[in-house]
C-alpha cells in the first residue's frame, strides 16, 4: 500500500501588526492633544470646528457636528472661536470650558449643538444654541481643536 504525505504550507499574515499601527497611531494623537491641553492657558482664544447638519424637524436649525482628531479634514464648514475660562481632566477627558466671542465663520442662520449625558439609565438630551457669550465645554482628548 502505498501512502502519500501531503504537505500544505500555509503562511499567515498576521493582521496584529496593522493592529499595532493603528493603536500606536491613535497613542499619538492622543499624546499630542494632551500636549495642547497642558500648554493651553486660561484667557487663550481657541477655535473649534464643526460639521454641519440642517435638522428641518426642529425649527430649521443646523445642528454642529463636532470633528474627531482622527479626521484629516483641512476645510470646515463651521468654525466657533472661544476664550478658554478653565480645564479639567474628569472623566478621564481634557475638558475646556470655553466662552463662545465669535461665531462669524459659521454661516448659518440658527446654528445649535446637542450634548448627551446618562443619568441614572435615562440619556438625556440638552441643546444649546450657538451665540456669543454662550459657555460649552469640549474634550479635545477626542475631539478636534485648530491651533
Known amino acids: 500500500m502505498n501512502r502519500f504525505i501531503i504537505i500544505f504550507l500555509l503562511t499567515f499574515s498576521s493582521c496584529f501588526s496593522q493592529n499595532d499601527k493603528t493603536n500606536a497611531s491613535s497613542k499619538s494623537r492622543i499624546k499630542f492633544q494632551k500636549k495642547v491641553f497642558n500648554n493651553l492657558k486660561i484667557g487663550d482664544t481657541i477655535k473649534i470646528p464643526f460639521g454641519t447638519q440642517t435638522n428641518y424637524e426642529k425649527e430649521g436649525n443646523t445642528?454642529?457636528?463636532?470633528?474627531?482628531?482622527y479626521s484629516d479634514m483641512k476645510n470646515?464648514?463651521?468654525?466657533?472661536?472661544?476664550?478658554?475660562?478653565?480645564k479639567n481632566k474628569k472623566n478621564n477627558g481634557y475638558n475646556i470650558q470655553y466662552k463662545i466671542t465669535n461665531i462669524d465663520l459659521c454661516k448659518f442662520d440658527k446654528i445649535v449643538h446637542y450634548t448627551r449625558k446618562v443619568k441614572g439609565s435615562e440619556i438625556v438630551n440638552n441643546m444649546k444654541e450657538m451665540k456669543v457669550g454662550?459657555?460649552?465645554?469640549?474634550?479635545?482628548?477626542?475631539?478636534k481643536l485648530l491651533n
Open 76 to 86: 470646515y464648514e463651521c468654525i466657533i472661536e472661544g476664550v478658554v475660562l478653565s
Open 134 to 143: 454662550e459657555i460649552l465645554i469640549h474634550n479635545i482628548k477626542y475631539y
Open 63 to 69: 445642528d454642529l457636528i463636532v470633528y474627531s482628531i
